[in-house]
């Protein structure tokens, strides 16, 4: 489990609405971000030149820089640009893949970062880690959360569908995370946060029962709130505990063997739905698969594009992505066979 730094209880300010980009400097004016004004911009690769003419009227002469893509080594280039160049703040605007490099890279510099969201496929817009690529896979590291949060709404209806939808498949884990937790905390004595456990509990019930969608700018607006609510939650406890269980641990574990099968939410929503499979919950059960279903969402590993017997093996595998970490995996310890046969029975039960 990666050490998290703990900074602010909240972000200065959080805004979710359209033109949020082209208001940026209105933001960065507060004092609290920037004395002096001199704040760095840094944009990913896919739609940095649109971003760049976006915030050209508010920012002026700000120096933008372009992170090519989620990796350690962009993120350390990106962090020793901002060391060089003196800057107060660096402003983070694209993807996951863009913003996890921005926090990393503001970290080694040691200066504040604000993020501003153009999509919304996983809770790390907010969240204390860093997800980035390296030589040896993916790693997490643990970063200050942002200084303030913006999500423009006009970049996120660009955004394609799958990703934004995925968005909701990472906010409702958290239930089957939370439970995990509980499972610690009764089994192993681990400590545990009442506050962090509400909070992502909250921001998945505020989208479990909507019946709207992302073509919806009240329902993508609930889903910004609910993942940025679920990264504090991960601040307040000092961990992932709080959003990532044995969901996140077959998620991990897909990540490991089969590399480009999915995205972070669509693979975390399988995952928390087979979790509560084994819990026997079939309550919670249908509710995730019905919310899952009702985004066009992946439910079964074949709809993930894997077979029973790869599904099996990234379950097999998951518990030692997070050492230490105990979820209804580590407490069922189920033998390989065991697994492909609960899988199998996964599949009949919610198979279409």
Known sequence: M??????????????????????????????????????AVAVGAGQGDRIASVIAPS???????????????????????????????????GGGKTIDATKYAASLAGIPMVAVATNLSHDGICSPVASLTHDGGKGTFGVPMPLAIMVDLDFVHDAPPSLVRSGVGDVVSNLSAIEDWQLGNAERGEPIDGLACAMARTAAEALIGRNDSIESDAFLTVL?????????????????????????????????????????????????????????????????????????????????????????????????????????????????????????????????
Do not use: W
């Open 224 to 352: 910004a709130e609910a993942l940025i609510l679920s990264g504090m939650s991960m601040v307040i406890a000092g961990s992932s505990r709080p959003s990532s269980g044995g969901d996140h641990e077959i998620l991990h574990a897909v990540d490991q063997l089969f590399p480009g099968t999915s995205n972070h939410g669509e693979l975390a929503g399988v995952g928390a739905a087979f979790c509560f499979f084994l819990r026997e919950d079939s309550r919670r059960l249908n509710q995730v698969v019905d919310c899952l279903r009702g985004h066009e969402l992946p439910v079964t590993p074949v709809d993930l594009g894997l077979t029973v017997e790869q599904f099996t093996e990234a379950v097999m595998l998951a518990p030692s992505t997070r050492p230490g970490r105990y979820t209804i995996l580590e407490h069922l310890r189920l033998s390989e066979p065991e697994i492909r046969d609960r899988v199998e029975d996964y599949v009949r039960a919610v198979g279409r």
């Open 2 to 39: 990666p050490i998290l730094a703990r900074m602010l209880p909240a972000p200065l300010t959080m805004e979710v609405r359209r033109g949020a980009i082209a208001q940026l400097g209105s933001l960065l004016a507060d004092s609290r971000v920037a004395t002096s004004g001199r704040v």
């Open 59 to 93: 920012l002026g002469e700000a120096q933008v820089f372009r992170v090519p893509d989620g990796s350690v080594d962009a993120a350390v280039s990106l962090g020793a640009d901002l060391r060089k160049g003196a800057y107060e703040a660096v402003v983070g605007i």
